[in-house]
């Protein structure tokens, strides 16, 4: 069975930089829907508010809410990065966040050796990695420039390599922080196929994102966060409705 | 406070980060290569540096001390070797979770993981420059003996009671930034009120200054057995009494704030 419970998550974020106090703040609280509190001593931003949410298998959400409402620290909880504060997490099921595709590669280091680097830090095992191998290298077209450095690589090529190993496994919970993006026109069509496949055979996906034409074309379900508050769930029509009156004020 | 709870999740994410060898093992072997990518000698710069280091510091040490280089060489370069391993541990090991804060951020391992690999590639370096000591031995005609083999008593208690820093060092700097700094001056003088480039005899009423520091009999618990020593009794007391303490005292403190540690980052 695949599925992610909240009950209550409240998300802290203690500030230690206290020198620069007061400035900060005052940044902080135009520049983010975070709520900042405190005394002197002692600052914290509640990131995240009591959210209680239940997602099943099946269940394509969409997370949405302006700058700083809370959605990467909410991915974050889902991921087991951040412990909440104060609140349970309960999650079955292999858990992927995909946030940053280039994570951990090496730009001294070859595609290949940049192939076990990464899928070992996507929790493969060495026999997982090498049964993907041959079809990562395929999908990327690198060719002979796999034995090479991938510093020797154009943008194109090495977002073609990240990209390939990191849709390689089929995750039973996939986080998504932003649409993956797929590079050059040629390469766009294989890739918003596989990209599909991919989506389709995750248990649960949750992505964040602005862009509503994607979350449309993705999701069934959303969420609507607003200064760390859950204040909308439920299908995407109705929740980026809300989101938009939200925006209009 | 400390709660069944948190003690529990806190052994919980040892083992299972224990369990993830291949990445560490991986990111350990593949930072050694990384630092010697292109050049000739690769990882055997370690040993060459080593070779190097303990050749100068031993010919010059030894006249000054007036004692022969056989006398002095063997004990400076197992000195050498067995404290470049504790100070790897100690100084990297501040850095554990500061070093590792994109990987933390992004990915649900173990934090544990990133420990074991600052503990791994300390040990992989121990090895290549091990073989210094091996080569000094051979030309000295230093043959094992019987003791020799204490090695294999002193070697796994050294190895453990240098694998609670990274963890408790890690996380404490993880929080508070200058203890990196503050650290590694320490180090930088404990190195001269160790026995490491001079004898603990050579202290006479004095000896107890180093025989309080904890590093000379984790250093001596190795270094004895290689030289063809027996450990000395009180050495190996106090070497399972600092890892005792520290993995004590370690498995409190990361267990209470292991969960924080996303957050100082």
Redesign the interface.
Known sequence: MIEILLDSVTVE??L?DMAGRSFKSHVLRFGTGGRIRGDQRHVTITALDGVSLSLFEGDRVAIVGHNGAGKTTLL?VL?????PSRGRVVTRGT?A?L??LA??M?P??TGL?NI??RG????M??REIARHEDEIVAFSELGDYIHMPIRAYSAGMRLRLAFAISTAREPEILLLDEMIGVGDARFFERAQERLNRYLTRAGIVVLASHQTKVLHQICNKALLLHHGKLIGLGSIDEVLESYASLTRG | MLTKEQLARGLQDLRAGFADWRLWGYLGWHDIRQRYRRSKLGPFWLTASMGIHVAAIGLVWSSLFGLSAREFLPYLCAGTVVWNLILGNVTEGCGTFVVASNYISQINRPVSVYAFWVIWRNLLVFVHTLAVYVAVALIFRLWPNLNTLQVFIGFPVLLLAVSWPPLLLGLITARFRDIQQLVQSLMTMVFFVTPIIWRLDQLHDRAYIATLNPLTHLIEIVRAPLLGHPIPGLSLAASVATLVIGWFVTLGIFSRYRGRIAYWL
């Open positions: 974020f203690p230690y974050r991921a087991g990065i951040y412990e858990v966040p946030f940053d994570l951990g090496d001294d280091a050796e076990r680097l070992l830090l996507l929790g095992n060495p």
